[in-house]
């Protein structure tokens, strides 16, 4: 079955130091997708950065990036330098091709708490 | 500026009652989804509609209903055979189609059983 984990409920850092949300997925599908999503307190889900099953270099998006072990079937973020306004939820989230990348499968998200 | 609205950003529901959230987009897309989100959890896939007048039951789609009479809007009805709908439901949309295409999110309504 799809399945995402992300084993951290929690997770504090100082400001401007970086920090690695852990994200592991399980699929036996060759070709998905896997996503990070930022959701603040306000609810709304914001786009953060997406990597591809083919893709072959890990991808970056300003002070995020995501380290992409696909053996380990591991899809890490990491935010570089955090900032205050990174305090918020996070989800690790999959499509898969059989099901034509309709369905997004999320993990129950990390609390991020970024200190001064 | 293109978005996607939902209304209203609380809704508070009787019991029996059914009750209509508003889901608009005017970016464009062809596909739109709804989820729904609990205290704690992830997002679970409610409906989702890849064109006009089509849409696919998702992973917990009884007790809700759904139409697609135009591109830009997506409106979800929680029926009273919903026995739990207190959550807070979010839609998106995306390009749509057979590829990895990321899907943007509206701002939420929270769901409120009286």
């Not at chain 2, 929680?78 to 295409?101: D, H, I, M, R, W």
Request: glycine share 8%; proline share 4%.
């Amino acid at each position: 079955a799809q399945k995402i984990t992300q084993t951290q409920p929690g997770m504090f850092v100082q400001e401007k130091e970086a920090v690695t949300l852990d994200c592991t997925y399980d699929t036996s599908d060759p070709s998905y997708g896997l996503f990070w999503y930022k959701q603040p307190s306000s609810g709304e889900m914001i786009f953060l950065i997406y990597q591809g099953s083919y893709d072959q270099q890990n991808a970056t998006e300003g002070r995020y990036s995501l380290n992409f072990q696909k053996a380990r079937k591991s899809a890490n973020l990491v935010i570089s330098a955090s900032q205050l306004g990174d305090s918020a939820m996070y989800f690790c989230a999959m499509s898969l091709a059989d099901t034509g990348f309709q369905k997004l499968v999320f993990g129950t998200g990390t609390r991020l708490l970024v200190s001064p | 500026d293109g978005g996607i609205t939902q209304s209203p950003k609380y809704l508070f529901r009787k019991e029996g009652q059914n009750v209509t959230l508003s889901c608009e987009q005017n970016l464009n897309h062809d596909a739109m989804y709804w989820y729904r989100q609990d205290p704690g959890q992830g997002l679970r896939l409610i409906y989702y509609s890849q064109i006009v007048n089509d849409f696919q039951k998702g992973d917990i789609a009884e007790g809700y209903s759904v139409s697609r009479e135009k591109k830009e809007s997506f409106p979800l009805t929680v029926t009273s055979a919903q026995k739990n709908p207190t959550a807070f439901y979010l839609c998106a949309s995306s390009t749509g189609g057979l590829s990895q295409e990321t899907q943007y999110f509206g701002p939420g309504t929270r769901l409120l059983v009286l």
